[in-house]
């Protein structure tokens, strides 16, 4: 883990495991001890009420880490497009879609790299496409960036020039999202992938908390149906118990080499799929050549590893791509 910390990495690509150290994996599974103690007294409650019934989008206030997050019990939206368990995929975020010669079901790509042009091309061929942008941080490339406020920004991204965590529950963030989800549904992109939904797991210098990424990631999710389209819960496995209901996929990073593939495999128990990428030649190599058998097997092997949609990339997640 700590070889990762050395890496360079540039661009939009995604991030996750700059992050995990062993210190944080504990927090987190702290975490989900306390989630799971607290969805049990949620069932309890929500059964009474009633899936469907209460609101979950309540205006929750952000207390300090490691606060419980509610059980949200209803007010799920749902999706036109819900992918099956086990659905192929590719994703390529470093550039421009330039490859589509994969035989893959869905395609995650780029929201502002790719033109519609692309995107019509894979349906064309049958396919589906995830939009991927950064649903957490500022990121001073995009075309977008001067739409953010200063006042709703917080620490650099470690590891990751260019980015700041934001404050996600800024109104000014909001109509910033909104905005792009508006850009997502005219290039015609079947679901949205919304990278950095767990700054409460990172130094962000915003107070912010998991009970914040709940009441986020719940609202972007009937947001983003509310035009048609389909989303997924990006690593954030604290979260899962709160908002899975309203989310049709995972996409997670390295499951397999954090041994933590069970904490995700509970979405293929609710016949959503996980899209997952190991990265097992390491942070540093991004080459054109395959994996060794050991390191196949390292991402490919785990309990229910049969109903994960793995993929094995590169870490700058280029154009090469390998299966199980
Ligand atoms: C909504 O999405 C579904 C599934 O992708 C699609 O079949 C349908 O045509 C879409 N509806 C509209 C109005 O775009
Ligand atoms: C795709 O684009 C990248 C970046 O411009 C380039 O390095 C790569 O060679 C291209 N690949 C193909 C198959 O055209
Ligand atoms: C693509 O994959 C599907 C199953 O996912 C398979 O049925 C089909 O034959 C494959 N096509 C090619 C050209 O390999
Ligand atoms: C997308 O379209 C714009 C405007 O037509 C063009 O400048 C840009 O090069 C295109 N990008 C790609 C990746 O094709
Ligand atoms: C984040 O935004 C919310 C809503 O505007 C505000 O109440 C809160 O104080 C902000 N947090 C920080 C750290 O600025
Ligand atoms: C989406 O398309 C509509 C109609 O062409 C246009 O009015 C709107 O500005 C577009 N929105 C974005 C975010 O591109
Ligand atoms: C896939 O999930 C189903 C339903 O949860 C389970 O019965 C089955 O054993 C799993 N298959 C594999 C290969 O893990
Ligand atoms: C699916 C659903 O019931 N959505 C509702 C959630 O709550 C908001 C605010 O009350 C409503 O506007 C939605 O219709």
Redesign the pocket.
């Known amino acids: 883990m700590d070889t990762a910390d050395d890496a360079v990495l540039k661009g939009p690509a995604p991030r996750g495991w700059k992050t995990w150290t062993t210190k944080k994996k504990l927090i987190m599974l702290g975490s989900i001890l306390t989630i799971i103690i607290a969805l049990g007294v949620g069932l309890g409650v929500g059964l009474g009420v009633g899936l469907g019934g209460s609101s979950g989008g309540e205006e929750e206030e952000g207390g300090g880490g490691g606060e419980t997050p509610p059980s949200t019990s209803g007010n799920y939206t749902t999706a036109k497009w819900q992918p099956a368990v086990g659905t192929s995929w590719q994703i390529v975020l470093e550039y421009?879609l330039n490859d589509t010669s994969v035989n893959a079901t869905v395609y995650d790509i780029d929201l502002f790299?790719?033109?519609q042009?692309?995107i019509d091309e894979l349906h064309d061929a049958g396919r589906k496409v995830i939009c991927y942008f950064s649903a957490g941080s500022y990121e001073n490339w995009r075309p977008d960036k001067d739409k953010f406020d200063s006042d709703d920004l917080g620490k650099d991204l470690e590891g990751w020039p260019g980015e700041k965590w934001i404050n996600i529950s800024s109104p000014r963030i909001h109509q910033i999202m909104l905005d792009r989800l508006d850009l997502a549904v005219n290039k015609s992109c079947d679901g949205v992938d919304p990278d950095n939904v767990d700054g409460y797991d990172n130094k962000n210098g915003l107070g912010l908390t998991e009970t914040d990424s709940v009441n986020y990631v719940n609202w972007m999710a009937n947001e983003a149906h509310a035009r048609n389209m389909s989303i997924g819960l990006k690593n954030a496995g604290a979260i899962i118990g709160s908002v899975i209901n309203n989310m049709q996929w995972s996409v997670n990073e390295q499951c397999a080499q954090y041994e933590e593939c069970d904490t995700y495999a509970v979405f293929t128990e609710k016949s959503k799929p996980v899209f997952h990428i190991e990265y097992p030649k390491g942070a540093d190599t991004n080459n054109d050549d395959s994996v060794s058998t050991s390191q196949r097997q390292s991402a490919c092997d785990f309990t229910d590893s049969g109903n994960f949609s793995t993929v094995i990339k590169n870490m700058l997640l280029d154009n090469w791509i390998e299966t199980c």
């Open positions: 421009a790299n790719n033109n042009s692309v």
